[in-house]
């Protein structure tokens, strides 16, 4: 399917944005923490027709025959329902976040295409929503901030999609450049590109996607999020970005069990990530791996996250030579990466779908990423 075959004309622009790895900073967005997040070379394309009338039409390339359609006029979540409230759902957040005045603008016809594979823990969800934010700022003429569109893709994913998500993953889709990794201060927004220099020390990132659903709306995130939010309470501060390593001991008694090893990922996990980066600056990637290892096991041990397929990646990679790797993302299924030579990308790939193969897994799916410029006109 193509925008002209679904509605007859040639679109006017197209703009993409990228999906996104997090390199390291899971579950830190919520907690106003840090992360280290990059744009990747997978995007997704919105193809878009202006209209001269109040319709927002939508369609895409994973949905053939459908056309999804909405008055700019009736803009409001329970009007919205599957995939194409990604894209009514910013139209809404646009005024009702950033307070966009859409009275008097018309409609558009979008299309959809992307190659952000989906369910893989990647932000299939925030390219899509990233592009369109984009071009309806530009296109509606509202002058808006990247900064200001990653507010307002969280709060429709928050509040048109229903998923309690951060904003780390529009951050990453709207802010990423080439080459480099998004140090992002999730309370401040204020952020920093730090050199990754993956080429010029012959290292790739492999993402080895384990074909493992996770569904963030629902489920195991939700339950993290509102363990941060009671540790927090219970530490007496606004979030658990306040809350140093030196700290942990009172946490330790102030809190149970299970309450504890949440707060002590999200603690340690933004020590991590200030750690990368001042790794990253003076010593390079190759001397980044154990805080790549160091992250996933918090995970798999503290926030209880992980899922066997995850750890089995992460163990295989690290068996067979990798610098680093962690699962990454919200967790529960999704992908992991893997810091790798470039030469020992094939045997890492080998060994891994082995590994599967034997436990009775899933083929994964395993590639390359780069990364990437975040969203643009095309
Ligand atoms: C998902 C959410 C993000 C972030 C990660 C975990 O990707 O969308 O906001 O919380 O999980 O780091």
Same mark, same amino acid.
């Given at each position: 399917?193509?925008?002209?075959?679904?509605?007859?004309?040639?679109?006017?622009?197209?703009?993409?944005?990228?999906?996104?790895?997090?390199?390291?900073?899971?579950?830190?967005?919520?907690?106003?923490?840090?992360?280290?997040?990059?744009?990747?070379?997978?995007?997704?394309?919105?193809?878009?027709?202006?209209?001269?009338?109040?319709?927002?039409?939508?369609?895409?390339?994973?949905?053939?025959?459908?056309?999804?359609?909405?008055?700019?006029?009736?803009?409001?979540?329970?009007?919205?329902?599957?995939?194409?409230?990604?894209?009514?759902?910013?139209?809404?957040?646009?005024?009702?976040?950033?307070?966009?005045?859409?009275?008097?603008?018309?409609?558009?016809?979008?299309?959809?295409?992307?190659?952000?594979?989906?369910?893989?823990?990647?932000?299939?969800? %925030? @390219?899509?929503?990233?592009?369109? $934010? /984009?071009?309806?700022?530009?296109?509606? =003429? &509202?002058?808006?901030?990247?900064?200001? !569109?990653?507010?307002?893709?969280?709060?429709?994913?928050?509040?048109?999609?229903?998923?309690?998500?951060?904003?780390?993953?529009?951050?990453?889709?709207?802010?990423?450049?080439?080459?480099?990794?998004?140090?992002?201060?999730?309370?401040?927004?204020?952020?920093?590109?730090?050199?990754?220099?993956?080429?010029?020390?012959?290292?790739?990132?492999?993402?080895?996607?384990?074909?493992?659903?996770?569904?963030?709306?629902?489920?195991?995130?939700?339950?993290?999020?509102?363990?941060?939010?009671?540790? %927090? @309470?219970?530490?007496?501060?606004? $979030? /658990?970005?306040?809350?140093?390593?030196? =700290? &942990?001991?009172?946490?330790?008694?102030? !809190?149970?069990?299970?309450?504890?090893?949440?707060?002590?990922?999200?603690?340690?996990?933004?020590?991590?990530?200030?750690?990368?980066?001042?790794?990253?600056?003076?010593?390079?990637?190759?001397?980044?791996?154990?805080?790549?290892?160091?992250?996933?096991?918090?995970?798999?041990?503290?926030?209880?996250?992980?899922?066997?397929?995850?750890?089995?990646?992460?163990?295989?990679?690290?068996?067979?030579?990798?610098?680093?790797?962690?699962?990454?993302?919200?967790?529960?299924?999704?992908?992991?990466? %893997?810091?790798?030579?470039?030469?020992?990308?094939?045997?890492?790939?080998?060994?891994?779908?082995?590994?599967?193969?034997?436990?009775?897994?899933?083929?994964?799916?395993?590639?390359?990423?780069?990364?990437?410029?975040?969203?643009?006109?095309?």
């Amino acid at each position: 399917m193509t925008f002209q075959q679904v509605y007859g004309y040639e679109p006017s622009v197209r703009y993409s944005a990228p999906g996104r790895v997090n390199l390291i900073g899971e579950h830190t967005d919520y907690n106003d923490g840090y992360v280290l997040p990059f744009a990747i070379d997978r995007r997704t394309v919105a193809s878009i027709g202006q209209r001269d009338d109040r319709l927002l039409r939508v369609a895409s390339a994973f949905e053939p025959d459908a056309v999804h359609e909405l008055s700019l006029d009736e803009l409001d979540p329970s009007r919205m329902s599957g995939w194409s409230a990604y894209v009514f759902g910013i139209a809404w957040a646009l005024c009702e976040q950033a307070g966009a005045d859409l009275s008097g603008k018309s409609g558009f016809d979008v299309f959809i295409e992307s190659d952000v594979p989906v369910g893989a823990g990647l932000s299939s969800s %925030a @390219a899509i929503e990233c592009a369109v $934010a /984009l071009a309806f700022t530009d296109l509606w =003429d &509202l002058g808006l901030s990247r900064k200001q !569109l990653a507010r307002v893709g969280q709060y429709s994913e928050n509040h048109a999609v229903g998923a309690p998500t951060g904003i780390m993953d529009q951050s990453a889709s709207l802010l990423g450049e080439q080459d480099a990794v998004v140090f992002l201060d999730c309370r401040t927004l204020d952020t920093a590109v730090v050199d990754l220099a993956l080429e010029s020390n012959d290292l790739e990132v492999l993402v080895i996607d384990t074909r493992v659903e996770h569904a963030h709306a629902t489920g195991g995130y939700k339950a993290r999020r509102d363990s941060c939010e009671r540790g %927090a @309470a219970a530490m007496g501060v606004e $979030a /658990l970005r306040d809350v140093s390593v030196d =700290d &942990l001991p009172r946490a330790q008694e102030l !809190l149970d069990d299970e309450t504890f090893r949440r707060v002590r990922h999200i603690v340690t996990e933004d020590q991590r990530v200030l750690d990368t980066v001042r790794t990253l600056r003076e010593q390079g990637p190759r001397a980044i791996g154990s805080l790549l290892v160091a992250s996933h096991e918090s995970m798999r041990d503290d926030f209880e996250i992980s899922v066997p397929e995850l750890d089995l990646a992460v163990e295989t990679a690290m068996a067979h030579g990798a610098v680093g790797a962690r699962m990454t993302g919200g967790g529960f299924g999704g992908a992991a990466i %893997a810091l790798v030579d470039r030469e020992a990308c094939g045997t890492i790939t080998d060994a891994v779908t082995s590994a599967f193969a034997a436990a009775g897994y899933r083929e994964p799916n395993v590639f390359t990423v780069h990364a990437a410029q975040g969203a643009r006109r095309d």
